[in-house]
């Protein structure tokens, strides 16, 4: 009687603290698994990474003074630029004409907190000069989501 309490004990602590069922193990185990790319690109156990998604919105700043207006985008596409080149920003683009005034998405990448990714915000002319406001979010997504800029570099013809 005392060894079947005593595996009755392990059976029931195996399944409490989450001992892993190897049959369901090597059933979810994936074939084409790269330890050294999922390390580089900070994936979790299922390729996963938290990013900072940023919703660009028109700001509160309603000048009409085209050569401000036209600085300020410029600065904003060479801040886009430059943050890709540093690896803080993975996506960026214009969204369509839509009832929320939403002009467009950032994804930050290897940011440690919102308060960063704010102050790395303030450094885009078109937010400081409030002709762009923003919103942002925590979002969970694929860790090779990265891995597309350097193809994006081998189609565009011309840079905006």
Known sequence: MKYI???LLLAVTNVTF?????????????????WVLAEKLGGD??????????????GTNTTTDNVLIAESFRGHLDNINR????????????????????????????????DE????LQTDLAIKNRLLDYEIFTWHGSAALSEYLPFSEKIWKSRP
């Not at 990714?117 to 790395?120: I, M, T, Y």
């Open 117 to 120: 990714a704010k102050d790395l």
């Open 5 to 7: 309490l005593t595996l």
């Open 45 to 58: 156990d299922y390729g996963m990474k938290s990013y900072f998604l940023v919703i660009l919105k028109t």
């Open 83 to 114: 943050l890709a080149e540093e690896e803080k920003l993975i996506i960026a683009g214009p969204l369509g004409i839509n009832e929320n005034n939403y002009r467009g998405i950032f994804i930050l990448n290897n940011i440690n907190s919102i």
């Open 18 to 34: 989450g001992q892993s069922n190897p049959e369901q193990d090597i059933l979810n185990a994936n074939p084409n698994y790269e």
